[in-house]
């Protein structure tokens, strides 16, 4: 199958080139448009507090803008847009295999149980039948902020009905008309994850004490991927491995800390006798003379830092000051304020002159014997 010209592999924009596939032997679905092999998004999908969620990054959040914009224009009843298996990760948590994700025109196309069960049987597709211009036009516009307040302003009192399901392994989402089909696309195109949290988030459909959808974005999403599945790897090749995927998922996010190196930063941990230090925190911590919770309480998150500083505690940097300070006050060290940690700097004082290594620049004795042509003189091993 052609693959995209590396130039236009990450290109998201109007009228970008996507694929046809025709059904046979369907009542419901006739034609399915896919990515084309080459694209450069990447999805996952995962439950959590029953919510579907549809994962990707910065990049896969604006090409789910323009097919759900775009096909809120040109929906042809029997059609659905479908990001195959090529183009799923592992989920960055857990490296839980993802589902493929089908987006439907509520509006115009009826997709059941036979329909996904009859598609699901048909990946992953191969060999399309044709190549279509998908058009988004007007998004740009859209976007931009005085057109985007105005759009809000004439949606604010819309009533959400698209609904967000699995049906035989595949994650649908189906807006019930094109005006939620463009809601849903502005609200996705309008993710940005460059705030302190690295990530950024949209529900979908309506409120039923909880939402059935959700469309989360990370800044690191790639690498997330990776660790989790590194996490993964080493939990199930280990002893004893978890069979029970409600005690594997656990594992993996417990390993995944150690892989990342951060796993110290779990400074406060729930445990059988209530709050305890987290082991790796514990094991840098006993460094200053901290040894629970309430030593690190008397002696304060700036002097403890400061002995494991002097101590040379390997891996020590400022996110462990900013976790010290959220484990006595019960917050996510991402949630301490900028006063409090220039406070906490103010308290810890200049970092102390760091000692440059000698080098040792002699010269060791030069080989004897005689020198051949293409033969260097060098150091004795």
Known sequence: MKQQRPATARAVTDGMKLHRHSVQRSDRVRTIITLRPGTRARFST????????????????????????????????????????????????????????????????????????????????????????????????ALEPEASESYWDRRRFRKDKGRISRRSGLLVLTPHTPDEARDWALQAAGLDPSGGWGSDYTYLGDWDYGYEGEVQIFRRFRQMVSVASTARAQVLDGPNPPTDPDALRPAVWHRAEHVRGDAHLRVRESGSGGYQLGDAAAAKLAHADVSNLEDLATVGPAEAYRRMRAAGVPGLDREMLWAMEGALTYRDRRNVSADRRKELLAELGDEPPRQSATRRTGRGPMQSGPYRRGQRVGRRA
């Open 46 to 141: 995962n439950r959590f507090h029953d919510t579907w969620h549809v994962l990707s990054d910065d990049h896969g959040a604006q090409l789910l803008a323009r097919l759900l914009w775009g096909l809120a224009y040109q929906a042809r009843p029997g059609t659905v847009v479908l990001i195959d298996r090529s183009f799923l990760t592992p989920n960055p948590f857990d490296a839980d295999p993802a589902d493929p994700i089908v987006i439907v025109p509520g509006w115009c196309t009826k997709f059941d149980d036979h329909a996904a069960r009859h598609m699901q049987s048909r990946l992953p597709l191969r060999q399309p039948d044709g190549t279509v211009r998908w058009h988004t036009f007007g998004l740009d516009r």
